[in-house]
């Protein structure tokens, strides 16, 4: 048992590094393909399938939220006058 | 709406965890425990149940609209506190720096929050529920997920922020994607 969970942690390590290096190669400007990352390290393949799933899933539901916290261009060049606290719509 | 904590004001209740989240991205990471963002949430609840019964909210949009507006007010004042009433802060040129950056980024997002609101019904649930289940995230992977997908941060610099391995970084990221996969499920 002591011996599976071992090889077991060691696996999820091995998953992160890998994950880790597709993020390094985003990172450097590399337009990796999640497909061919995935059949390069095959004996993971089913982890890093479900990470790229999960990811593209999380991308895509978070859309809403990060417009609303975004400030469109053209309100960058706004210049607010005063403090006057207003709540009207 | 009501003043019945069952009844429609629940809906209110409902934009807490998405006015955190807002909160936490509209500040400079530099300004983390700085400010008190439950309690600049807490009183963005206060005067949203306050102010409710005095105005006609046509729809969900409009009052997400309304509450960034309170939100952001609120956010503001915190700073201008923490600008005027704590010289020894203005003192450290990075804080003054973050604090103006984030004090600029609030008018900006203010100005926008003016014009009509972009959602609809279905996007505005999904942010709330995004924000939710995000919430229920251990911090370290709710922080490593946010700096990744909503400030655009790489790998390295998460990693020094908190402090841990690239690996243990991507751990972060893949498991707190896996705990949101279940809670998620219902907007595949």
């Known amino acids: 048992m002591p011996s599976e969970a071992n090889d077991s942690a060691a696996r999820d390590r091995r998953v992160d590094e890998v994950i880790a290096a597709y993020l390094e190669a985003v990172d450097a400007g590399e337009t990796p393909d999640p497909s061919e990352f995935i059949a390069k390290h095959g004996g993971l393949a089913e982890e890093l399938a479900a990470f790229f799933a999960d990811r593209d899933q999380f991308a895509r539901l978070a859309e809403p939220l990060q417009a609303a916290a975004a400030i469109p261009d053209r309100a960058r060049c706004v210049l607010i006058r005063g403090q006057n606290r207003s709540y009207h719509v | ?188």
């Not at chain 2, 963005?44 to 949009?61: K, R």
């Not at chain 2, 700073?79 to 802060?89: E, P, S, Y």
């Not at chain 2, 390295?156 to 896996?178: E, M, P, T």
């Open chain 2, 1 to 188: 709406m009501s003043g019945d904590p069952g009844g429609e004001d629940r809906n209110l209740e409902d934009y807490r965890e998405y006015l955190r989240l807002l909160a936490q991205l509209q500040l400079d990471g530099r300004l983390k425990g700085k400010i008190d963002l439950s309690g600049v949430v807490q009183q963005t609840m206060l005067e949203a149940y306050q102010e409710l019964p005095n105005y006609q909210l046509q729809d969900t949009d409009y009052l997400a609209a309304w509450l960034r507006r309170i939100l952001a007010n609120n956010l503001t004042d915190e700073i201008r506190k923490l600008k005027t009433g704590k010289r020894d802060l203005s003192r450290e040129r990075s804080l003054d720096a973050a604090l103006q950056q984030s004090s600029n980024r609030l008018q900006a997002w203010l100005a926008a929050g003016q014009s009509s609101p972009s959602g609809h019904l279905q996007r505005q649930e999904q942010a709330l529920h995004l924000s939710r289940a995000l919430a229920e995230l251990p911090d370290a992977q709710r922080e490593a997920l946010v700096l990744r997908h909503f400030h655009d941060r790489s790998l390295a610099q998460i990693a020094q922020h908190l402090g841990r391995s690239h690996a243990a970084v991507a751990g972060l990221l893949k498991r707190g994607l896996q705990s949101l996969r279940n809670q998620l499920r219902e907007w595949k």
